[in-house]
Structures are given as C-alpha cells and as structure tokens.
C-alpha cells in the first residue's frame, strides 16, 4: 500500500520531537566543531509588490453593462475561434472593448505552437490578476494542458465548445470556474466544431475566416497543436458553401479557408480539398476572392493538377503556403513529415509551371535536433534555389510532452547563428523586383496599413500592394499603376476613375474606416435578451 509522507505527518513541524536535544546541546561534546554566527544579508530596499485588485463578483449578470476585453494569439483557425466567440458575447448582450483596462472580464485565446506566445499569454493572465479583472482563456494551451499550474482556478473554454463561452463568461463573472474541454458531439458522433452559421464578430468586416476541417493526420514530433485539435474532423461541404455565401450577402469581399492542414480535408467524410474548392468558386461573387490557408506537402502531392486548375481561377488568390520546414531528408524524417525534399521539389516546380507568377510561402525550423551543419547547408541551398518571397523562420522550441523534447538539442548559440545565416539569405534578395515602375496590377482593397498611412490591397498573387488613402476605396477591386517596392510589398497608385471600380461590399463606409457591426441574427438575439431580462425582473418586483 502507498503511503505518502502526508498521511503520516500532518506538518514539517512534526519531524522535530520535544524530546530531541538542542542544536546547543548537540554541539557540547563536540571540541573541534565551531557554531557559526549567520551571516545577515544586507538588501536594497525594494518596492513592496502591489496586491493585486479585488475581483468583484456578481449575483447576476444584467446585459448591456459589462464589457468584455479579447486577445489572440496564433494560427487563423484562431482567430476564427474569437470572432465566433464574439459573436456570442455580443448575442447575449455583453459590450465588447479594446480597452484592456476598463474591460470586467478578459477572454485570452491562446496558442501552443512556440514557447514565446504561451509566455506571452501566461504574462497576460497575471496582468489581469494584479488588474482584478475576470479572466476566461480559450485556445490550444489549455486544452492541450490543462493542468499547468499558472491555469488552476480559471474558466477555460475548449476549441470544441466555443459556442458556449456566454455562459462561461455568466459563471466566471460570479466567481466560480468552468472548465468546458470535451470534445463537440452530433448524436454520438465528434464533428469538426461549432456550427458555421452561428454569429461573428470579425476584426475585418471585409474578411471572412472559414475553418474547413479542426485537426490532422500527421504526428510530426516537435508540434504540441495536435494535443489540441486531435485527429481530423471535417466540416461538410455543403455547411461551409451555405457559410459563404452567408458571408458573401453581408459584403464580405474575401475568405479564407483555415485549418491545421487544408489538404488533408474530406478525407474523414469521403470528400477532397478540391471537391470543396470548386464549389466554393460557384458561390465567390464577381469583385471578390478566396485565399486558401495552409496545407503541408503530402496531402497536395495527389491533386497537384486540379489545385493547379483552382489556384488559376479569376476569383482564387494564386497563392499556397506550404511548409517545408527542412531542406534535409534526414531532419525530414526525424520530423515526421512524411515527404521528402524532392517531393516538395516536384510540387513547387510543378505549381510554378502551371500558375505562372504563383506565391509559394514556405516555414523553415532552425537547429532542429540533430541538425548538423551539412542538414542546415541543405536548407540553405533548398532557400536559396527558390527565394520564397514569404518566408517564416523559426528557431526550433521544445515543446512540453513532445517527442523533440527529449532528443539531443543543437546548442542555443549554433541555433541562433543558423537563423541568422538564414535571415540573412532571405534578405538578400526582393521578389518584387521582378515588376518594372509602371506595371498594371488588379487589386482588392481589403486592409488599412498598421501605420494607418496606407490601404492594403492584394494582387492575383497575394502580393502587397500599399496605396494612397482614398475616403471609398475599402472594399474595392481596382486597376493600379505600380510606382516602387520594398522587400516586403509593393507602392501603386490608383488609375481608374471612381466610377470604375467593382465594389465587392455592401457595407457602407465612414472616413476610410468600415463600419464594423453585427450579423443580423446577433443584433436581433441581443435585443430579444434584454427584452426577456427586463421582462423576467419586472414579473420578479410584481
């Protein structure tokens, strides 16, 4: 039988009997021991640490007067996850605020995929504490460990039931804690997530992130994001083209289509990515455009041909990412990739061929372990071969209860240095080059640069083109005369008059600005809560 040290005594006091002798008495006999005096450190005076704020707790919740802060981190399946989750909040009657300090409660939306952003998202958690402001957090940190100390006590709500965080909110506004991490089932069965068609509250009312599928297929041995989502469940095809065209009638201009693995999609339901993409097309209006997310390297190999076809299609952004991670077949397998470097050779040369001027974006992993010096030269070499116009550069982080964590690591200062060679690589030349000052381009304006000096619109092929601030100009597809570049985007200037561009959006316009609301069905089922609040307090005070 187990016994631990509890269950014999009750406290460390205990292990000291009366009956023991003294330090002093243990000393008396002992002629050649000397007792030492302690030394006393000396410390600077510090700041007393500032208590954190008292929480107020509510009996109950009354709509229109608490105000909700949200913050993400990670993938666009996340970000996805907090505009649905917004799109709640704001149903059931909450104010939504980007004002972190006069919020009442935080919803943190977290992602596991590297050491920097849970670190982030754990600082942010203890930025609220010392606040005292509620906080319930959400995303793949707490549903792939939920035991981690810094999350014991919180309201967490899974990557299945975003659907519910209202009635977490209610809870975690009164003080308690709720902790919702099943999986989402129909009649026994675990489907891909929440329903499509619930409310949302997007960051760009011009864009529209559809998840397709939650999960994968791979194993690879350094992603924790698996003990996240689980294996791959996928929406069904039908639920996500009724989506878009959802979308589509509000004045969406764009969608994007996110998950963990695009490629891998319909294989759990006897569909295919491209099955879905080319209904999607017949439901993409004339003005707009589909962006398709991430999908790793064995599950495009199969439909290279059709994917060629969709990704030339007039209203298909000619775009793919498609990590790499490596350029060495020995990492690759270490990894559990499941392709080899030729592989991702014949898919980029192949796709290049066939959609002429195609963006390939690509991630590399730095001082994976193992790596040795002629693995990372074959990285440098597979990088330097196709000078990736997007290139996403990480340094290899060991994540908690993944295989990579226990293999040998590459020191930390070889790691560094091997970014750096990278980094330094890929800026060493300007994809944007290839377009001499004068170039005709056709772009949508969907985005309002971070320096707000500028409108973000996006050609064919995803690239960046920055233009002049223009009152009408949001949610338009334009024609663009190209004046300079960067490494990073494009400068043009608008060349059509007014009158020609295609509005893609129904939404009206403010200064420059959109007008940002919610989906009809979330405005009317807030009005119908507060009806039902004052309706249910009244009969209360009769």
Request: glycine share 6%; proline share 6%.
């Amino acid at each position: 039988m187990d016994v631990s040290c509890q269950d014999i005594i009750g406290d460390i006091e205990d292990l000291i009997s009366l009956d023991d002798p003294s330090p002093a008495e243990r000393y008396l006999n002992k002629k050649d021991v000397t007792v030492r005096a302690k030394r006393v450190k000396v410390r600077a005076n510090r700041p007393k640490e500032i208590a954190p704020i008292e929480k107020p707790l509510l009996d109950s919740v009354i709509p229109e007067t608490q105000h909700i802060y949200m913050k993400t981190w990670g993938c666009a399946h996340n970000t996805s996850d907090t505009e649905y989750m917004a799109g709640q909040l704001a149903q059931y009657g909450y104010n939504l605020t980007r004002d972190k300090d006069t919020a009442d409660l935080w919803v943190l939306n977290s992602c596991t995929v590297k050491n920097p952003s849970e670190d982030t998202f754990r600082n942010e958690i203890e930025a609220a504490h010392q606040a005292g402001k509620h906080v319930v957090v959400a995303g793949c940190v707490p549903q792939a460990a939920p035991r981690n100390d810094y999350l014991k006590g919180l309201s967490v709500v899974g990557v299945q039931q975003i659907d519910r965080v209202a009635e977490v909110v209610e809870e975690t506004l009164k003080g308690h804690s709720v902790r919702l991490l099943q999986a989402k089932k129909v009649d026994g069965r675990k489907v891909a997530g929440p329903k499509l068609s619930l409310p949302k509250v997007r960051k760009n009312p011009l864009i529209e992130v559809i998840p397709i599928n939650s999960g994968c297929l791979n194993a690879c041995t350094y992603c924790k994001t698996k003990f996240a989502r689980a294996d791959l469940v996928s929406y069904p095809v039908q639920e996500i083209v009724e989506r878009a065209q959802q979308v589509f009638q509000d004045g969406v201009c764009e969608i994007w289509l996110t998950s963990e693995d695009t490629g891998t999609y319909g294989r759990d339901i006897g569909s295919s990515l491209p099955e879905l993409l080319w209904k999607l097309v017949e439901v993409i209006p004339e003005g707009s455009m589909m962006r398709l997310g991430m999908t790793n390297p064995p599950y495009i190999l199969e439909h290279l041909e059709e994917m060629a076809k969709i990704l030339s299609h007039p209203r298909v952004y000619s775009f793919l990412h498609i990590p790499v991670q490596s350029g060495s077949d020995t990492i690759l397998g270490e990894m559990k990739r499941e392709y080899c470097v030729r592989d991702f050779e014949r898919m980029v040369d192949f796709l290049r061929a066939q959609v002429p001027g195609i963006t390939i974006a690509t991630d590399i992993i730095c001082g994976f372990p193992g790596e040795t010096e002629a693995d990372f030269d074959d990285t440098l070499a597979l990088c330097q071969k196709y000078q990736f116009p997007s290139l996403f550069i990480n340094q290899f982080f060991p994540r908690p209860g993944t295989p990579a964590a226990k293999m040998t690591k590459v020191p930390a200062n070889e790691v560094k240095t091997r970014t750096k060679r990278l980094t330094d690589l890929f800026h060493s030349y300007e994809p944007y080059k290839k377009y001499d000052a004068g170039t005709k381009q056709t772009v949508l304006v969907t985005e309002i640069s971070h320096d707000r000096k500028h409108y973000v619109g996006h050609n064919k092929f995803y690239e960046q083109i920055l233009l002049p601030m223009h009152n009408n100009l949001l949610g338009k597809q334009v024609e663009v005369e190209i004046t300079g570049c960067t490494k990073f985007s494009m400068f043009g200037k608008v060349i059509q008059g007014e009158q020609e561009w295609k509005n893609c959006s129904k939404r009206s316009t403010t200064n420059g600005t959109m007008t940002s609301k919610l989906h009809p069905v979330a405005e009317d089922s807030k009005y119908r809560s507060i009806f039902a609040y004052l309706l249910i307090s009244c009969s209360l005070a009769i």
